[in-house]
T-cell receptor, first 112, second 111 residues
Framework: DTAVSQTPKYLVTQMGNDKSIKCEQNLGHDTMYWYKQDSKKFLKIMFSYNNKELIINETVPNRFSPKSPDKAHLNLHINSLELGDSAVYFC???????????FGQGTRLTVV | GENVEQHPSTLSVQEGDSAVIKCTYSDSASNYFPWYKQELGKRPQLIID?????GEKKDQRIAVTLNKTAKHFSLHITETQPEDSAVYFCAASKNGNQFYFGTGTSLTVIP
């Protein structure tokens, strides 16, 4: 009955690989997000989707691509992984115009 | 986009004392100001939020204040307990769909 769930929880991979992180929410929310939290704990928004439409795309390398097959899912695909991509990636969702977001448990990505 | 600044970056208080965390934002169109608590290794969790039509909101030991004119808002925790130790993030949101976070405050409550 987890509200926002993402998989995997841990991901260790080599430089140059391609990987995906999945996110699902069962709250019926309209908007989903991906945030990156670096080693200094800073939470930086990467993408958000509202009803399958990308509404934010901050200065994120195009190696990162969000994919939303439906309103309840927002997956993150990363090509050609680099050492600097190592971080914790959080998925989140929010009702439209609600002003609050709810986070998944995070995926700790380590690129070696 | 919005720029949210948060101070202090670290804060240590004795158990029972109060803690105050302050944030400023740049976009006068921001209307929603949630606060999140993140314990070590866990996800950020919403603890309280305030909207632009309200100047103050309180929930037990936690209170938030908002000054729209000065574009700053604050989190106040009274009677702190060791379990309040965590990283706290403020955020600002325009129309509730774009969340920009402050840089976080690591709060340590000393028993």
């Amino acid at each position: 009955d987890t509200a926002v769930s993402q998989t995997p929880k841990y991901l260790v991979t080599q430089m140059g690989n391609d990987k995906s992180i999945k996110c699902e929410q069962n709250l019926g929310h309209d908007t989903m997000y991906w945030y990156k939290q670096d080693s200094k704990k800073f939470l930086k928004i990467m993408f958000s989707y509202n009803n399958k439409e990308l509404i934010i795309n901050e200065t994120v390398p195009n190696r990162f691509s969000p994919k939303s097959p439906d309103k309840a899912h927002l997956n993150l695909h990363i090509n050609s992984l680099e050492l600097g991509d190592s971080a914790v990636y959080f998925c989140a969702s929010s009702p439209f115009n609600a002003g609050v977001a709810f986070f998944g448990q995070g995926t700790r990505l380590t690129v070696v | 986009g919005e720029n949210v600044e948060q101070h202090p970056s670290t804060l240590s208080v004795q158990e029972g004392d109060s803690a105050v965390i302050k944030c400023t934002y740049s976009d006068s169109a921001s209307n929603y100001f949630p606060w999140y608590k993140q314990e070590l290794g866990k996800r950020p969790q919403l603890i309280i939020d305030i909207r632009s039509n309200v100047g103050e909101k309180k929930d037990q030991r936690i209170a938030v204040t908002l000054n729209k004119t000065a574009k700053h808002f604050s989190l106040h925790i009274t009677e702190t307990q060791p379990e309040d130790s965590a990283v706290y993030f403020c955020a600002a949101s325009k129309n509730g769909n774009q969340f920009y976070f402050g840089t976080g405050t690591s709060l340590t409550v000393i028993p």
